[in-house]
């Protein structure tokens, strides 16, 4: 008998979960406590708005590039990504490949430039060389807009992974997670600053590689160490054969699906340069060196764990009979968890899935305070200070703002979430990465690069960006027209494409290149000539 003959698992809130909750409830409790005692520490230490928005950069290249993992780990890489692999074999792996390769672009053209040019948020660098309070106004929606696409991702893998453990199958009970987990991500951020949000981060990723590395150790003892088995055991196990090993299980049915797949791809490889709490992440070194050594890290880390959901991906599909796998699902590791330390009912299983949730569910607290922190500062920072109070706020005013901004957001993101907790995670995720993409990217780099940028330009390309990546999303069957949608009983998806890079992020470079062209501004060439020197040697850089 074939090793995934021999292990099965059940739904885990009818299975082996149920008599070992108590042990689930405490090493959950146990995290939350101890990283809140961490944010208030940490919230001790923060005196100004340097402090808040960027830790006083005081972090090593080092201890900055764990932060940066534990960020970009987020519930899509560990939750989201093991789903789809277990679910859709070679094109669930798509994702993974998809995830790193954008750290080449994010090394390449954004790290050292903008740690050279910007204070505390992307605006900063926009704002050097154009008209202030329209770029500061536009900069500081388009981060809010992305940060609360990528808060749902997060809430959906929280609602998911929460319920199922604690057995909770009233909706209402679901709901009251999301909430849950939102007022604690609120107290995370409100309370620590950027020195709370990033120690949480740096524990987080070392928890999160430390628990992936024993699930691979145990999902490579069970097959051998042979990766030839492991992939056998989940194409025979998956009922797809061959077919879940190649290309086109979930990409490549029909003409849309594989053009779905260069529109992902093209969000996966641009998204990353563009996310504001990737970008804020820069801020918080002392020099570009640094920021240079804290991507190398992080590409590093996030390599390595990136090879591991190999593991835990066709793991869960050799192991797991396919319709205890959840659509769309986000269980899969946690029930691979289980199955491998033992089976449904084990001492061992219960102790490994609690261990393995808790892992995720820090995982999850960690990132939502990143997205937040970044959203919230850019408000403060840019639009509170700079357009409302035009740079006459006070350091405290503005850090109160910033605090008030988390809650609102952190609001916002708990009602979206409630409605986003049936979709997958990683595909939540891509949408991120593609408005990221659409708005951010083309104005950051045409900034940084480009002489003849103008202001119109930028606000053409953030505005139009987001406009259309975000229309193209409400009218796709991610929101509506399939079973796995957002809203499943509507019909209104006349967009084919569940991810519209393709369309809005060429769009939003042409948008910005047009707009400096249309211009009447004349570019300030002193400026830029500045920037330019700045970006590249660090001269003026605070």
């Known amino acids: 008998m074939s090793p995934h003959q021999q292990l099965s698992a059940v739904p885990l809130a009818a299975g082996g979960a149920g008599e070992h909750r108590p042990l689930i409830i405490t090493l959950f409790a146990v995290f939350v406590a101890a990283t809140l005692a961490l944010t208030v520490w940490a919230g001790r230490q923060t005196r100004g708005a340097e402090d808040f928005y960027a830790g006083g950069r005081q972090f090593s290249g080092f201890q900055n590039g ?15 990504i093991a789903g ?13 490949i998809g995830f790193l390769v954008a750290w080449l672009v994010a090394l ?19 704002a050097y060389r154009m008209r202030q309070r329209p770029v500061r106004t536009a900069a500081g929606t388009s981060t809010i807009v992305v940060s609360i696409f990528y808060l749902l991702a997060q809430m959906a893998g ?11 199958t009233s909706e209402t009970g679901k709901i009251l997670v999301v909430v849950l987990v939102g007022i604690v991500m609120i107290l995370y951020v409100t309370i620590g600053g950027m020195k709370g949000t990033t120690w949480v981060q740096m524990i987080k990723a070392v928890l999160l590689i430390a628990g992936t590395l024993l699930i691979t150790f145990l999902v ?3 097959f051998h160490f042979n990766i030839s088995s492991l992939l056998g055991a989940a194409a025979e196990n998956s009922d797809k054969g061959a077919a879940f090993l190649q290309p086109g299980l979930k990409y490549g049915a029909t003409a849309t699906s594989k053009i779905d797949f260069i529109s992902l791809g093209l969000a996966l490889v641009l998204g990353t340069a563009g996310l504001p709490h990737i970008l804020i992440r820069f801020y918080t070194v002392p020099t570009a060196k640094a920021a240079r050594k804290s991507v190398n890290w992080a590409i590093g880390i996030i390599g390595v764990f990136y090879l591991m959901t190999i593991a835990l991906g066709f793991g869960a599909a050799a192991l797991i009979k396919p319709g205890d796998i959840e659509k769309p699902g986000n269980t899969a590791a946690p029930q691979l968890a289980e199955v491998i330390g033992g089976g449904a009912g084990s001492t061992g299983g219960a102790v490994l899935l609690a261990l393995i949730s808790a892992v995720a569910f820090a995982t999850i607290l960690a990132v939502v305070a990143g997205l937040t922190l970044a959203s919230s500062s850019s408000f403060a920072h840019d639009i509170y200070l700079n357009v409302l109070r035009k740079g006459e706020a006070t350091e405290k005013e503005e850090v109160g703002a910033a605090r008030w901004a988390t809650v609102g957001i952190g609001a916002v993101a708990i009602v979206l979430g409630v409605f986003a907790r049936g979709l997958n995670v990683a595909g939540l995720v891509a949408l991120a990465f593609a408005v990221a993409a659409s708005a951010n990217l083309p104005t950051l780099l045409y900034s940084l690069f480009w002489k003849r940028f103008t202001t119109r330009g930028a606000l053409w390309s953030i505005y139009g960006g987001l406009a259309s990546s975000v229309l193209l999303v409400l009218f796709s069957p991610v929101v509506s027209g399939k079973d796995t949608s957002m809203f499943p009983g509507a019909h209104f998806a006349v967009f084919p494409l569940e991810n519209p890079g393709l369309i809005s992020i060429p769009l939003g470079f042409l948008l910005g290149w047009l707009g400096s062209l249309l211009s009447k501004e004349e570019p300030d060439a002193k400026k830029y000539a500045e920037l330019e020197v700045r970006s590249l040697t660090g001269t003026g850089a605070h």
Not at 84 to 95: N, P, T, V
């Open 84 to 96: 789809a692999i277990a679910l859709f074999g070679y094109d669930g792996f798509l994702y993974s």
């Open 66 to 80: 764990l932060a940066i993992s534990g960020d970009y780990m987020s519930a899509a890489s560990f939750l989201g």
């Open 108 to 126: 390449l053209l954004v790290a050292e430039p903008l740690r050279n040019s910007g204070r505390f948020t992307m605006g900063d660098v926009l």
């Open 158 to 168: 929280a609602g998911a992974l929460v319920t199922l453990l604690l057995g909770i």
């Open 220 to 222: 490579a003892l069970k």
